[in-house]
């Protein structure tokens, strides 16, 4: 009689983990190597569940006052800065419907430490925002700035084509060496100055100062159409201000923070 395998350290006997056994077992090997990447996505299932159970209701004082849930992998604090590798990689390795599964409230999710995610089926990206629809994203980037507010965040939208999920959503961070020498350029330029201005930013890209926090989306509409556009948006900047940057057909998320 052959003796019976241990069940490899990554993949936890459940039921999730015992679905893909078949799989992970062929000609009498665990072939690990060939199917990494589906071991990775039911570790990902199995967090997902258990993490939508961790959910809670914010309170009425919180800025609109939705349903946060506030999401972690195991390991993984649910602060702004210091991402974790792992779950960036996982991330990508996830399905590309996975935030659309995961939030559904109908207003938005705060997840993972680092990302606020539209609850709604019709919000799929920067392209949907418009004049009529404008304040539910803008009530999402409030949500994105009282995550990580400081002189030291940035909060970010990618474009179509630059990102890998099927459902809107806005990272918050802090940037980097690279992203501190944007935001001074940035603030070289707009500081002390009206309007948009143009010229050495990156992708084409228009930048403007804002006292205070802004009503970014309905702000950004302002330099004209944002449907193909990364929205990078530099609290904290020029003293207690705001700096918005539109970028033209590209994402610098990953030129000004450590994933």
């Known amino acids: 009689m052959r003796p019976q395998r241990a069940t490899p350290r990554c993949c936890p006997r459940s039921s999730a983990a015992d679905s893909v056994q078949p799989v992970l077992r062929r000609a009498g090997r665990v072939q690990l190597t060939s199917v990494s990447w589906k071991v990775r996505q039911v570790k990902w299932n199995s967090w997902r569940r258990s993490a939508r159970r961790r959910c809670r209701t914010l309170p009425s004082s919180d800025t609109a006052g939705v349903n946060n849930c506030s999401e972690e ?12 590798k792992t779950a960036a990689i996982d991330m990508q390795l996830a399905d590309p419907d996975y935030l659309s599964s995961a939030c559904n409230n109908g207003r938005y999710c705060v997840m993972n430490g680092y990302m606020v995610v539209a609850g709604r089926s019709d919000a799929q990206g920067i392209e949907d925002i418009n004049g009529h629809n404008g304040n539910y994203y ?3 980037m409030y949500a994105a700035h009282s995550q990580c507010g400081g002189s030291g965040c940035v909060l970010i939208v990618n474009p179509s084509g630059y ?7 806005i990272h918050y961070r802090d940037f980097d060496s690279r992203g501190a020498s944007l935001k001074h350029r940035l603030q070289s330029a707009v500081c002390e100055e009206g309007g948009w201005h143009s010229g050495g930013f990156p992708c084409g890209g228009k930048a ?3 006292d205070g926090f802004p009503a970014v989306f309905s702000a950004a509409m302002g330099s004209g159409s944002i449907s193909g556009s990364s929205v990078t948006v530099w609290p904290g ?6 700096i918005i940057l539109v970028s033209y057909g590209c994402s610098i998320e990953h030129s000004i923070s450590a994933r």
């Open 138 to 140: 803008n009530s999402m």
């Open 73 to 84: 992998l195991p390991g993984m604090g649910t602060r702004a800065s210091g991402i974790s």
């Open 208 to 210: 403007k100062y804002f």
């Open 163 to 169: 990102r890998t999920q099927n459902r809107f959503h």
């Open 237 to 242: 900047s020029c003293g207690s201000g705001t």
